[in-house]
């Protein structure tokens, strides 16, 4: 996880520390402009898409990389992408998910290919490697993450009876999104 702390500081979960069990020995201070470390420990090894998601989306403060059980599964399942929209808080809170090919953990190509597909989405499935959401701040982050990991538990449970939201349901609840994002 990492949180804006202004224009240019944002502050990064460290290398192998768990979200879990943190304090401050387990945040680094780094530069958003570069990923550069600035204080503390060594930071997550995907430091590179967060700096550059932040970079990209001012309007935005925190992104959230998360590896939950069932959204995962369906990262690591080949064919057709699934309609996600089967609960109206997927298209209401997170929109549209964006999805990219496996690329190598920690990269330039994965940091480039992540921040690419956040500019225009707030949730990118990581083929074979996990998700990435963005938000305003932290509790809304983990609600992206959840209401996802409800979504993809809802679409493995339920197989192909699942029935997602209409298209017309669906458009109605991405405008109320986006009415809701440019009142803020």
């Keep these: 996880m990492s949180l804006r702390?202004?224009?240019e500081l944002m502050l990064v979960k460290s290398s192998r520390s768990w979200m879990g069990h943190m304090d401050e020995a387990d945040v680094s201070v780094c530069r958003i402009a570069d990923g550069a470390l600035l204080e503390g420990g060594k930071p997550s090894v995907e430091t590179g898409f967060h700096a550059g998601v932040l970079r990209t989306r001012p309007d935005m403060n925190v992104v959230l990389?998360?590896?939950?059980?069932?959204?995962?599964?369906?990262a690591c399942v080949d064919g057709q992408v699934p309609n996600y929209f089967v609960i109206p808080e997927v298209p209401f809170?997170?929109?549209p998910?964006?999805?990219?090919?496996?690329?190598?953990p920690g990269s330039k190509e994965l940091a480039d290919a992540v921040t690419d597909a956040l500019r225009?989405?707030?949730?990118?499935?990581?083929?074979?490697h996990g998700q990435t959401t963005v938000a305003t701040d932290v509790a809304h982050a983990i609600q992206n993450a959840?209401?996802?990991?409800?979504?993809?538990?809802?679409?493995?449970?339920?197989g192909e009876r699942i029935a997602p939201l209409t298209a017309e349901q669906a458009e109605e609840l991405l405008?109320?999104?986006?009415?809701?994002?440019?009142?803020?």
């Design 120 to 128: 225009e989405h707030d949730l990118v499935q990581m083929v074979n």
């Design 5 to 7: 702390v202004d224009a």
């Design 93 to 95: 809170y997170i929109g």
């Design 65 to 74: 990389h998360f590896q939950s059980p069932c959204a995962t599964t369906l």
């Design 97 to 104: 998910v964006a999805r990219i090919p496996y690329l190598c």
């Design 146 to 158: 959840s209401f996802f990991e409800m979504a993809c538990a809802i679409l493995l449970r339920g």
């Design 175 to 184: 405008a109320l999104k986006a009415a809701r994002n440019s009142a803020v």
